[in-house]
Nanobody, 119 residues
């Protein structure tokens, strides 16, 4: 069973905002890099953002830089993704995964949370 559970998705208009959450069950969350990825219909997964285990280092895809913010609360075993100035092309299923920018692809993902942005 995958120990990750995403939530917070929804339907918003272009320019709107959402906050996604991902809770990881189990131990050692504070030793893990965490990543958000998204997948649009008919496309492969797209890396969005990653955060270091302590939260001090973050990295973003160019397409979301300046609009999305990744953060984490290790006391709550939770990683967040704040989405602002949303665009139609941001629509998709958002997943969290263990690992960083170049290691998430081999890790399990949760069930995802749907983000739909309308014009």
């Amino acid at each position: 069973e995958v120990p990750l559970a995403e939530s917070g998705g929804g339907s918003v208009q272009s320019g709107g905002s959402l906050r996604l959450s991902c809770v990881r069950r189990g131990f050692n969350f504070d030793s893990l890099f965490m990543t958000w990825v998204r997948q649009a219909p008919g496309k492969g997964p797209e890396w969005v953002a990653s955060i270091s285990s302590g939260g001090s280092n973050t990295r973003y895809a160019e397409s979301v830089e300046g609009r999305f913010t990744i953060s984490r609360d290790n006391r709550k075993n939770t990683v967040y993704l704040d989405l602002k100035s949303l665009k139609v092309e941001d629509s998709g299923v958002y997943y969290c995964a263990e690992g960083g920018y170049n290691t998430w692809a081999g890790s399990p993902r949760g069930q995802g949370t749907q983000v739909t942005v309308s014009s």
